[in-house]
């Protein structure tokens, strides 16, 4: 791990192409700005962590293709009837 120290209004660049800014220090706080290209995912660690589970639970669910095929022509016969 790279552990740097900045201050505000510094920043470091990753990538050539993303570049992170410290914005403010309050207390215990800092608050960061993050410039990066719009095809790239920044997310809160805590935020990834409970879509990876909720990712891994789906997983686990064994699809019946026949009930699955039902529910889509269900869906074909509602959306056409709007």
């Known amino acids: 791990m790279l552990i740097l120290s900045r201050r505000i209004g510094e920043s470091i660049v990753v990538n050539d192409n993303i570049e992170i800014f410290i914005t403010a220090i309050e207390g215990d706080q800092v608050k960061i700005g993050i410039s990066a290209p719009s ?21 686990k669910h064994n699809l019946d293709m026949e009930q699955f095929k039902k529910i889509m022509r269900i869906s074909k016969i509602n959306v056409k009837k709007d």
């Open 39 to 59: 095809d790239i995912g920044i997310f809160r660690r805590e935020v990834l962590d409970s879509i990876q589970q909720s990712n891994r639970e789906a997983a």
